[in-house]
């Protein structure tokens, strides 16, 4: 059974960096790409960063790009989103997911989308002014 944990969020100050995780059993971290989103209250849950199966390329939306870095470690099947210089809009739920390309969509990473129709539970992330 698939299981993603996603930890690591907290009330920070605009400015400050957070490092958030994403853990997960049943579904090797390294077998697929893998993706960053976010949910905002009253908003739709969009794509934030992506890594590629073999870890060589990323793609970053551009509301993040030259602030977010994803990463990943085989050894711990967990996958990370560093995020640095954050804004009170970055204030969202944050969760991990496999992804593949879809050549019919278009998104904030590009031909990006969840593969499965399932979520963790998220970690929030709250940023003040």
């Known amino acids: 059974q698939v299981r993603m944990v996603e930890s690591g969020g907290g009330l920070v100050q605009a400015g400050d960096s957070l490092r958030i995780s994403c853990t997960a059993s049943g579904l090797p971290l390294d077998d697929y790409a893998m993706a960053w989103f976010r949910q905002a209250p009253g908003k739709e849950r969009e794509g934030v960063a992506c890594l590629s199966r073999s870890g060589r390329n990323t793609y970053y939306a551009d509301s993040v790009k030259g602030r977010f870095t994803i990463s990943r470690d085989k050894a711990k099947n967990t996958l990370y989103l560093q995020m640095n210089s954050l804004k009170p809009e970055d204030t969202a739920m944050y969760y991990c997911?496999?992804?593949?390309?879809?050549?019919?969509?278009?998104?904030?990473?590009?031909?990006?989308?969840?593969?499965?129709?399932?979520w963790g539970q998220g970690t929030q992330v709250t940023v003040s002014s």
């Open positions: 997911a496999p992804v593949g390309q879809d050549p019919n969509y278009s998104g904030p990473l590009g031909s990006w989308t969840p593969l499965f129709n399932y």
